[in-house]
């Protein structure tokens, strides 16, 4: 069966783990050829929902949803933010600003 279907990116990857409810899962893990298999399954059914590879060769990592777990067993999303810094200038500006949140003793939400 060919699998690159259901494959996803990191980011999608991250996402769909932070909201399933772990103590409503069982995860696999096993070596196959240089490679490590995560494997995530439901309790309650059983359905294989996700799996990640990690080549021990490059390092290298494959994530894949197959599906969606039970409503019961998804807990609400956590937000998730993102930032882009592109020049240098942005990634001085964004240190100097985490530096007076730091020297204010701000507990690091914005």
Do not use: C, W
């Not at 699998?3 to 991250?14: F, I, L, T």
């Not at 200038?89 to 003793?105: C, D, I």
Request: hydrophobic share 30%.
């Amino acid at each position: 069966m060919d699998n690159s279907v259901y494959e996803v990116e990191r980011d999608d990857y991250a996402a769909f783990i932070g909201q399933l409810n772990k103590s409503m899962m069982d995860v696999e893990d096993y070596v196959e050829q240089n490679y490590t298999f995560l494997k995530i399954k439901s309790r309650k059914t059983g359905k294989h929902l996700s799996t990640r590879i990690i080549s021990h060769e490059d390092g290298e990592e494959k994530y894949f949803i197959f599906q969606m777990p039970d409503d019961d067993e998804r807990v609400a999303p956590k937000p998730i933010r993102k930032i882009t810094l592109e020049t240098k200038e942005e990634v001085q500006a964004f240190l100097n600003a985490l530096g007076k949140l730091q020297e204010k003793g701000h507990d690091g939400t914005i």
